[in-house]
Protein backbone atom coordinates (compact mmCIF):
# COMPACT_ATOMS: atom_id res chain seq x y z
CA UNK A 1 0.00 0.00 0.00
CA UNK A 2 1.04 3.19 -0.93
CA UNK A 3 2.07 5.85 1.82
CA UNK A 4 1.74 8.70 -0.32
CA UNK A 5 2.55 11.29 2.77
CA UNK A 6 5.79 9.59 3.44
CA UNK A 7 6.75 8.96 -0.16
CA UNK A 8 6.15 13.19 -0.72
CA UNK A 9 8.26 14.35 2.26
CA UNK A 10 11.11 11.05 0.69
CA UNK A 11 10.75 13.06 -2.45
CA UNK A 12 11.12 16.56 -1.43
CA UNK A 13 13.65 15.55 1.06
CA UNK A 14 15.67 14.10 -1.28
CA UNK A 15 15.16 17.50 -4.02
CA UNK A 16 16.45 19.60 -1.62
CA UNK A 17 19.65 17.74 -0.62
CA UNK A 18 20.79 18.58 -4.54
CA UNK A 19 21.92 21.70 -6.31
CA UNK A 20 21.77 22.30 -9.77
CA UNK A 21 25.47 21.47 -10.15
CA UNK A 22 25.02 18.03 -8.73
CA UNK A 23 22.70 17.21 -11.73
CA UNK A 24 24.79 19.08 -14.77
CA UNK A 25 22.22 21.55 -14.78
CA UNK A 26 24.19 25.48 -14.64
CA UNK A 27 23.72 27.45 -11.13
CA UNK A 28 22.25 30.71 -11.21
CA UNK A 29 23.79 33.43 -8.26
CA UNK A 30 20.03 35.08 -7.60
CA UNK A 31 18.36 31.18 -7.34
CA UNK A 32 16.11 31.58 -4.05
CA UNK A 33 15.03 27.78 -4.13
CA UNK A 34 17.04 25.35 -1.66
CA UNK A 35 17.91 22.48 -3.51
CA UNK A 36 16.29 21.30 -7.30
CA UNK A 37 12.92 23.15 -8.59
CA UNK A 38 10.18 20.55 -9.17
CA UNK A 39 10.58 21.47 -12.49
CA UNK A 40 14.00 20.30 -13.11
CA UNK A 41 13.20 17.05 -10.74
CA UNK A 42 10.36 16.38 -13.60
CA UNK A 43 12.54 17.51 -16.88
CA UNK A 44 15.61 15.03 -15.82
CA UNK A 45 12.81 12.43 -14.97
CA UNK A 46 11.31 12.59 -17.85
CA UNK A 47 7.50 13.13 -16.71
CA UNK A 48 5.23 15.92 -16.59
CA UNK A 49 5.95 18.58 -14.04
CA UNK A 50 2.27 18.16 -12.66
CA UNK A 51 2.51 14.77 -12.24
CA UNK A 52 5.60 15.03 -9.93
CA UNK A 53 4.11 18.06 -8.44
CA UNK A 54 0.98 15.68 -7.67
CA UNK A 55 3.65 13.09 -5.93
CA UNK A 56 5.25 15.54 -3.48
CA UNK A 57 1.74 17.14 -2.63
CA UNK A 58 0.44 12.93 -1.43
CA UNK A 59 -2.03 13.53 -4.09
CA UNK A 60 -0.91 11.44 -6.68
CA UNK A 61 -1.06 7.67 -8.37
CA UNK A 62 1.32 4.96 -6.94
CA UNK A 63 4.26 5.49 -9.29
CA UNK A 64 5.60 3.11 -12.19
CA UNK A 65 8.80 1.17 -11.33
CA UNK A 66 10.18 3.02 -14.64
CA UNK A 67 8.87 6.38 -12.29
CA UNK A 68 10.43 5.31 -9.42
CA UNK A 69 14.10 4.34 -11.35
CA UNK A 70 13.74 7.71 -12.81
CA UNK A 71 13.60 9.26 -9.39
CA UNK A 72 16.73 7.02 -8.13
CA UNK A 73 19.01 8.35 -11.10
CA UNK A 74 18.10 11.93 -10.50
CA UNK A 75 18.57 11.89 -6.89
CA UNK A 76 21.49 9.64 -6.81
CA UNK A 77 19.94 6.92 -4.19
CA UNK A 78 21.60 4.47 -3.34
CA UNK A 79 20.18 0.83 -3.42
CA UNK A 80 19.06 0.78 -0.31
CA UNK A 81 17.30 3.93 -0.57
CA UNK A 82 16.33 2.69 -3.54
CA UNK A 83 14.46 0.13 -2.15
CA UNK A 84 13.41 2.31 0.63
CA UNK A 85 10.86 4.62 -2.63
CA UNK A 86 9.82 1.48 -3.88
CA UNK A 87 8.50 0.29 -0.54
CA UNK A 88 7.10 3.88 0.04
CA UNK A 89 4.73 3.62 -3.17
CA UNK A 90 3.77 0.50 -2.41
CA UNK A 91 5.37 -1.07 -5.65
CA UNK A 92 7.30 -4.30 -5.75
CA UNK A 93 11.15 -4.04 -5.69
CA UNK A 94 12.71 -4.44 -9.44
CA UNK A 95 16.19 -5.66 -10.51
CA UNK A 96 18.28 -2.59 -10.29
CA UNK A 97 19.00 -2.47 -14.57
CA UNK A 98 22.61 -2.45 -14.37
CA UNK A 99 25.52 -2.35 -12.33
CA UNK A 100 26.95 1.75 -11.54
CA UNK A 101 29.76 2.08 -14.14
CA UNK A 102 30.76 5.57 -12.73
CA UNK A 103 33.24 6.27 -10.20
CA UNK A 104 31.75 9.13 -7.15
CA UNK A 105 34.43 11.54 -6.99
CA UNK A 106 35.69 10.87 -3.30
CA UNK A 107 36.62 7.57 -4.73
CA UNK A 108 38.51 9.18 -7.70
CA UNK A 109 40.24 11.60 -5.25
CA UNK A 110 41.29 8.81 -3.10
CA UNK A 111 43.05 7.16 -5.50
CA UNK A 112 45.34 10.00 -6.07
CA UNK A 113 46.41 9.97 -2.67
CA UNK A 114 48.22 7.08 -2.53
CA UNK A 115 50.85 7.92 -5.00
CA UNK A 116 53.05 4.96 -4.01
CA UNK A 117 50.11 1.94 -4.22
CA UNK A 118 48.91 0.85 -7.20
CA UNK A 119 45.16 1.11 -7.18
CA UNK A 120 42.20 0.12 -9.53
CA UNK A 121 38.21 0.62 -9.05
CA UNK A 122 36.14 -2.41 -10.32
CA UNK A 123 32.36 -1.94 -10.59
CA UNK A 124 30.30 -5.52 -10.27
CA UNK A 125 30.98 -6.94 -13.30
CA UNK A 126 34.65 -6.30 -12.82
CA UNK A 127 35.06 -3.64 -15.49
CA UNK A 128 37.96 -1.28 -14.28
CA UNK A 129 36.55 1.92 -14.50
CA UNK A 130 39.17 4.05 -12.41
CA UNK A 131 42.82 3.80 -11.53
CA UNK A 132 46.21 5.48 -10.33
CA UNK A 133 49.09 6.65 -12.07
CA UNK A 134 51.10 3.41 -10.41
CA UNK A 135 48.32 0.72 -11.38
CA UNK A 136 48.49 1.97 -15.11
CA UNK A 137 52.56 1.41 -14.91
CA UNK A 138 51.77 -1.74 -13.14
CA UNK A 139 48.97 -3.34 -15.72
CA UNK A 140 49.97 -1.22 -18.47
CA UNK A 141 48.62 2.16 -18.78
CA UNK A 142 47.36 1.31 -22.88
CA UNK A 143 45.17 -1.99 -21.58
CA UNK A 144 43.68 0.26 -18.65
CA UNK A 145 42.98 3.05 -21.02
CA UNK A 146 40.73 0.73 -23.07
CA UNK A 147 38.87 -0.24 -19.75
CA UNK A 148 39.24 -3.95 -19.55
CA UNK A 149 37.11 -6.43 -17.46
CA UNK A 150 39.45 -8.39 -15.36
CA UNK A 151 37.66 -11.42 -15.85
CA UNK A 152 37.69 -11.68 -19.54
CA UNK A 153 41.22 -11.02 -19.10
CA UNK A 154 41.83 -13.81 -16.53
CA UNK A 155 39.41 -16.39 -18.36
CA UNK A 156 40.29 -15.13 -21.93
CA UNK A 157 43.58 -13.58 -22.23
CA UNK A 158 47.03 -14.12 -20.39
CA UNK A 159 46.79 -12.69 -17.17
CA UNK A 160 49.92 -11.48 -15.33
CA UNK A 161 49.50 -13.27 -12.46
CA UNK A 162 52.10 -16.42 -11.89
CA UNK A 163 50.66 -17.37 -8.68
CA UNK A 164 47.12 -17.20 -7.10
CA UNK A 165 45.48 -17.36 -10.61
CA UNK A 166 43.32 -20.06 -9.67
CA UNK A 167 41.64 -18.67 -6.02
CA UNK A 168 41.26 -15.86 -8.51
CA UNK A 169 39.12 -17.18 -11.19
CA UNK A 170 37.03 -18.99 -7.83
CA UNK A 171 36.94 -14.94 -6.19
CA UNK A 172 36.02 -13.67 -9.97
CA UNK A 173 33.02 -15.94 -10.95
CA UNK A 174 31.80 -15.64 -6.62
CA UNK A 175 31.07 -11.47 -7.69
CA UNK A 176 29.91 -12.10 -11.06
CA UNK A 177 27.21 -14.94 -9.30
CA UNK A 178 25.97 -11.80 -7.26
CA UNK A 179 26.33 -9.12 -10.12
CA UNK A 180 24.03 -12.18 -11.86
CA UNK A 181 21.64 -12.19 -9.37
CA UNK A 182 21.43 -8.42 -8.61
CA UNK A 183 21.23 -7.11 -12.33
CA UNK A 184 19.37 -9.87 -14.76
CA UNK A 185 18.29 -7.85 -17.02
CA UNK A 186 21.77 -6.17 -17.97
CA UNK A 187 22.97 -7.24 -21.40
CA UNK A 188 26.67 -5.97 -21.02
CA UNK A 189 26.57 -8.19 -18.13
CA UNK A 190 24.68 -10.88 -19.97
CA UNK A 191 27.20 -10.56 -22.77
CA UNK A 192 30.28 -11.04 -20.59
CA UNK A 193 28.68 -14.00 -19.12
CA UNK A 194 28.33 -15.81 -22.34
CA UNK A 195 31.61 -14.74 -23.95
CA UNK A 196 32.90 -16.29 -20.16
CA UNK A 197 31.03 -20.32 -20.89
CA UNK A 198 31.83 -19.98 -24.79
CA UNK A 199 35.77 -19.13 -24.36
CA UNK A 200 36.70 -20.86 -21.07
CA UNK A 201 35.85 -24.76 -19.80
CA UNK A 202 37.16 -23.54 -16.64
CA UNK A 203 34.51 -20.68 -16.50
CA UNK A 204 31.97 -23.33 -16.20
CA UNK A 205 33.27 -25.68 -14.24
CA UNK A 206 33.69 -22.86 -11.07
CA UNK A 207 30.29 -21.32 -12.05
CA UNK A 208 28.50 -24.52 -11.23
CA UNK A 209 30.58 -24.98 -7.80
CA UNK A 210 28.35 -22.00 -6.53
CA UNK A 211 31.55 -20.97 -5.00
CA UNK A 212 31.33 -17.99 -2.28
CA UNK A 213 34.19 -15.66 -1.62
CA UNK A 214 34.11 -12.55 0.55
CA UNK A 215 36.58 -9.35 -0.51
CA UNK A 216 39.82 -9.71 1.64
CA UNK A 217 43.54 -9.80 1.91
CA UNK A 218 45.46 -12.09 -0.76
CA UNK A 219 49.06 -11.98 -1.48
CA UNK A 220 50.23 -13.07 -4.89
CA UNK A 221 52.98 -12.92 -7.59
CA UNK A 222 53.02 -10.70 -10.93
CA UNK A 223 55.19 -10.97 -13.78
CA UNK A 224 55.93 -7.31 -14.90
CA UNK A 225 58.10 -6.94 -18.66
CA UNK A 226 60.20 -4.53 -16.86
CA UNK A 227 59.80 -4.64 -13.24
CA UNK A 228 60.26 -8.71 -12.85
CA UNK A 229 58.47 -11.01 -10.66
CA UNK A 230 56.91 -8.83 -7.82
CA UNK A 231 55.52 -10.22 -4.70
CA UNK A 232 52.40 -7.68 -3.65
CA UNK A 233 49.70 -7.73 -1.54
CA UNK A 234 46.12 -7.20 -2.59
CA UNK A 235 43.63 -5.21 -0.31
CA UNK A 236 39.35 -4.98 -1.29
CA UNK A 237 37.75 -2.09 0.14
CA UNK A 238 34.24 -2.21 -0.90
CA UNK A 239 31.79 0.76 -1.52
CA UNK A 240 28.88 -0.75 -1.18
CA UNK A 241 26.30 2.45 -1.96
CA UNK A 242 27.66 1.67 -6.24
CA UNK A 243 28.84 -2.37 -5.42
CA UNK A 244 32.07 -1.30 -6.44
CA UNK A 245 35.47 -2.44 -5.19
CA UNK A 246 38.85 -0.33 -5.31
CA UNK A 247 41.95 -2.71 -5.18
CA UNK A 248 44.95 -1.24 -3.63
CA UNK A 249 48.07 -3.35 -4.31
CA UNK A 250 51.31 -2.54 -2.36
CA UNK A 251 54.40 -4.99 -1.27
CA UNK A 252 55.80 -5.42 2.12
CA UNK A 253 58.47 -2.48 2.61
CA UNK A 254 62.31 -3.09 2.61
CA UNK A 255 61.55 -5.47 -0.17
CA UNK A 256 63.06 -5.68 -3.62
CA UNK A 257 59.22 -5.65 -4.47
CA UNK A 258 58.67 -2.64 -2.38
CA UNK A 259 61.25 -0.76 -4.66
CA UNK A 260 60.20 -1.68 -7.86
CA UNK A 261 56.98 -0.33 -7.44
CA UNK A 262 58.14 2.62 -6.44
CA UNK A 263 60.07 2.99 -9.79
CA UNK A 264 57.22 2.12 -11.46
CA UNK A 265 55.52 4.39 -9.47
CA UNK A 266 58.51 7.63 -10.26
CA UNK A 267 57.96 6.55 -13.81
CA UNK A 268 54.20 6.61 -14.12
CA UNK A 269 54.36 9.95 -12.27
CA UNK A 270 57.22 10.85 -15.16
CA UNK A 271 55.61 10.16 -17.68
CA UNK A 272 52.36 11.83 -16.80
CA UNK A 273 53.79 15.12 -16.70
CA UNK A 274 55.34 14.74 -20.18
Not at 59 to 65: D, E
Not at 207 to 227: I, N, S
Not at 240 to 254: I, Y
Request: hydrophobic share 40%; net charge positive.
Amino acid sequence: MTDRHELARFLRGRRELLVPADVGLPGEPSRRTHGLRREEVAELAHMSVDYYARLEQARGPRPSPRILDALTGVFRLTPAERTHLFRLAGTQVTPLAAPVRTVRPHVAALLERIPDTAAVVTDATYDVIAWNPLAGALFGGGDLDARPNLARRRFLGRPMESSSAEEFGYVLVARLRRAADRYPHDPGLARLLAELRAGSEEFGQIWETDPVHAPGHRTKTLTHPEAGRLRVNCDVLTVPHDDQQVVFVTADPGTPSARALRQLAAAGRDFSAR
